[in-house]
């Protein structure tokens, strides 16, 4: 059974800089593009950015478009997302995620950005 924890989120202040982790389990990812994906009080989850299998495209949400990077290590299994210039409205519980075939959500990880 595919398992994806979640970590490096925390309270930060606008402007600043977080890196999310996920870690993947029970299923080699490195055949998948993967997907970073965030859920904001009474919002639905969205798509943040995903990233091929070999890591050579990566697609974003305008509303992260230059300000939000993913990246993968296929060999330890996991994905990133690097985040500068953060925004309020970016504060969410974010979660990764296969792109098809996805596996059931972990717990994802709080990012608040507030003064």
């Known amino acids: 059974q595919v398992q994806f924890v979640e970590s490096g989120g925390g309270l930060v202040q606008p402007g600043g800089s977080l890196t999310l982790s996920c870690a993947a389990s029970?299923?080699?990812?490195?055949?998948?593009?993967m997907g970073w994906y965030r859920q904001a009080p009474g919002k639905e989850r969205e798509s943040v950015a995903d990233?091929?299998?070999?890591?050579?495209?990566?697609k974003y949400a305008d509303s992260v478009k230059g300000r939000f990077t993913i990246s993968r290590d296929n060999a330890k299994n996991t994905v990133s997302l690097k985040m500068n210039k953060l925004k309020p409205e970016d504060t969410a519980v974010y979660y990764c995620?296969?792109?098809?075939?996805?596996?059931?959500w972990g717990q994802g990880t709080q990012v608040t950005v507030s003064s």
């Open positions: 995620n296969r792109v098809t075939s996805q596996a059931d």
């Open positions: 990233i091929s299998p070999s890591g050579s495209v990566a």
């Open positions: 029970g299923s080699i990812v490195r055949a998948y593009t």
